[in-house]
């Protein structure tokens, strides 16, 4: 059976139909896993991955099913599925250089990024929809994020953009929305809870019934 | 502390911070590392001085230093740091190149599509990424991400040889059908 699904991976008449998905997608370090801990903390107390300020924390693609979202906008059941920050390449010698770890440990952690990546990239093609995370004090014309747009505007997959951090005092939500005119821009911050609530709002508008 | 810096520094205790940083930066590895990429060489920079700051702020060096070669720092082995060092490119280029190779145990079939020949025929293996039937190498990991769209067969079908494959298929079995049924 695994054989069969896999062979009809792209073939959209022969795929099991599986909950709606949602898919928080980014750069390393945009926030992802805390904006994933903070949707799940609010409606299931849970929490999904730890959080860290060296980048590729989150090394798998880690999904939580059948999330409930109430607002009064109405109600989306949502699995949630957050994943390794997606960059062109991994490099043991940053985590080396810059994070002050031994080399064996920075090896370890750049090949399991870069198996994380690979998976992240596999889930795309299961996704209903994408959560595109920024970091709001940084340039959102970074390649990471002009490839998934390309990737959501030919698959004419739903996006909404969350322009995360936007309680840092360089964070300009204003510039990604100008990046991404034909979706819809978010600014929050998922570490001190800001502005979580219209984008709950805008989800359950967007995606719920 | 970065190992790599600190290890480094010890090894060169006499130098001035400018002059132990251009050493530093002559390095092999750190040269590939940073390559044309202004920013990671400022970033460099920046954590070498932090480093150099917090050794000589310690006073490790300067202790090191005072202390003569029958003081202690004499006895102290220099640290070993464990790298990978990468193959040489002579050697590189003897190697068959892993997209070519037959898999072994440690290799992994991806299920994302190529994007040259459309074929399910990725593979990671290590650090590398490629396609064992037309041989494209994805040294850059986004590339593996689809940004062209599907039509109306390859969403039915599938795309590539496995929506000829399923489309032929169905077109057979509705001739053998017909055929079937016009003999009876």
Partial sequence: MDWLRRRFKFGGLFRRKKGFRMGLYGSPNAGKTTLANAMLRDYTGEVMGTVSEVPHETRRVLTKQEVVMRTEQ????????????????????????????????AQKRAAEARQGIVEA????????????????????????????????????????????????PDADAGRIAKMFQRHPVVGISAKTGQNLDALYDKLVRTFGS | MSEVIESYIRRNPGLSEKDAFEGFLREERIRAWVGADESRKERLRKEFGRVWGSMHGDGQLARAS???????????????????????????????????????????????????????????????????????????????????????????????????????????????????????
Wanted: net charge negative; glycine share 8%.
């Fill in chain 1, 74 to 105: 109405g109600t989306l059941i949502v699995d949630v599925m957050d994943t390794p920050g997606l960059a062109s390449k991994v490099d043991a010698m940053d985590f080396e250089l810059m994070y002050n770890m031994d080399s064996e440990a």
């Fill in chain 1, 121 to 168: 990239i596999e889930a795309l093609d299961e996704l209903d929809a994408m959560l595109l995370v920024l970091d709001a004090a940084d340039d959102p014309y970074q390649q990471v994020n002009q490839v998934l747009l390309t990737h959501v505007q030919a698959r004419k997959l739903p996006m909404i953009v969350v322009a995360n951090k936007i309680d840092l």
């Fill in chain 2, 66 to 184: 005072r202390a003569g070669p029958s003081g202690p720092a004499s006895l102290e082995q220099p640290r070993t740091v464990r790298v990978n060092i990468q193959a040489e490119p002579e050697q590189a280029a003897k190697q068959v190149p892993p997209s070519l190779a037959p898999p072994s145990a440690d290799a992994r079939k991806l299920s994302v599509m190529c994007t040259v020949c459309g074929r399910i025929d990725v593979w990671m293996q290590a650090d590398h990424i490629g396609c064992r039937s037309c041989g494209r190498a994805y040294e850059d990991m986004l590339q593996l991400i689809r940004v062209t769209p599907v039509g109306p067969f390859a969403f039915l079908f599938g795309e590539g040889w496995v929506g000829y494959a399923t489309a032929g298929g169905i077109v057979g079995a509705f001739t053998l059908l017909y055929f079937l049924l016009r003999g009876l």
